[in-house]
T-cell receptor
Framework: GDSVTQMEGPVTLSEEAFLTINCTYTATGYPSLFWYVQYPGEGLQLLLK?????DKGSNKGFEATYRKETTSFHLEKGSVQVSDSAVYFCALSERIGAGNMLTFGGGTRLMVKP | NAGVTQTPKFQVLKTGQSMTLQCAQD?????MYWYRQDPGMGLRLIYYSASEGTTDKGEVPNGYNVSRLNKREFSLRLESAAPSQTSVYFCASSEAGTSSYNEQFFGPGTRLTVL
């Protein structure tokens, strides 16, 4: 089946540093791609998404581009803040039966120090 | 709007006990999902309901049953809990499940420990 691989954490950065979290996927079709964020003690929230090749998703200063040729969807932010400390999950959406299933990577914990 | 709500927030069970996790959404979504989250493994789909009146197995259904009570509510039942079911359980919902780019909205989770 489809799968998602993302870099293991934790990633520790100083405030205002540049962030990259790598994500690659394997899929038989053309899935939609997502980044979700999980703050401590909370559920997952959608951060951004891209539905076709070369699409760029962006939100709150985060960006990711759907690269079909390298099967990648790397998350970037130019200047991180302490409030960005969280666990980030890359995911793809694939059809199952009458519905859709999200397949997640293992998550990357980001810690930003002041 | 409360979004997706789950009860309870925490639960401790002994091996062999049963319990039901409750989930409700107020966004008029057709599709609902149950995932479990284990360290380093992301979330894995247990069961889903593409629409009211239907339920289907996901990636890891063994040891669980579900009920789509109505459009709003989707419950997950553990008939005989095992330590391997210690996990954090998340319920999610989305609009009609035919489009792969529909966002799923997640509840706050239930942390379950089976002793």
């Amino acid at each position: 089946g489809d799968s998602v691989t993302q870099m293991e954490g934790p990633v520790t950065l100083s405030e205002e540093a540049f962030l990259t979290i790598n994500c690659t996927y394997t899929a038989t079709g053309y899935p939609s791609l997502f980044w979700y964020v999980q703050y401590p003690g909370e559920g997952l929230q959608l951060l951004l998404k891209a539905t076709k090749a070369d699409d760029k998703g962006s939100n709150k200063g985060f960006e990711a581009t759907y690269r079909k040729e390298t099967t990648s969807f790397h998350l970037e932010k130019g200047s991180v803040q302490v409030s960005d400390s969280a666990v980030y999950f890359c995911a793809l959406s694939e059809r199952i039966g009458a519905g859709n299933m999200l397949t997640f990577g293992g998550g990357t914990r980001l810690m930003v120090k002041p | 709007n409360a979004g997706v709500t789950q009860t309870p927030k925490f639960q401790v069970l002994k091996t062999g006990q049963s319990m039901t996790l409750q989930c409700a959404q107020d966004m008029n979504h057709n599709s609902m999902y149950w995932y479990r989250q284990d360290p380093g493994m992301g979330l894995r789909l247990i069961y889903y309901s593409a629409s009211e009146g239907t339920t289907d197995k996901g990636e890891v259904p063994n040891g669980y049953n579900v009920s789509r009570l109505n459009k709003r509510e989707f419950s997950l039942r553990l008939e005989s809990a095992a330590p391997s079911q210690t996990s954090v359980y998340f319920c999610a919902s989305s609009e009609a499940g035919t489009s792969s780019y529909n966002e799923q909205f997640f509840g706050p989770g239930t942390r379950l420990t089976v002793l």
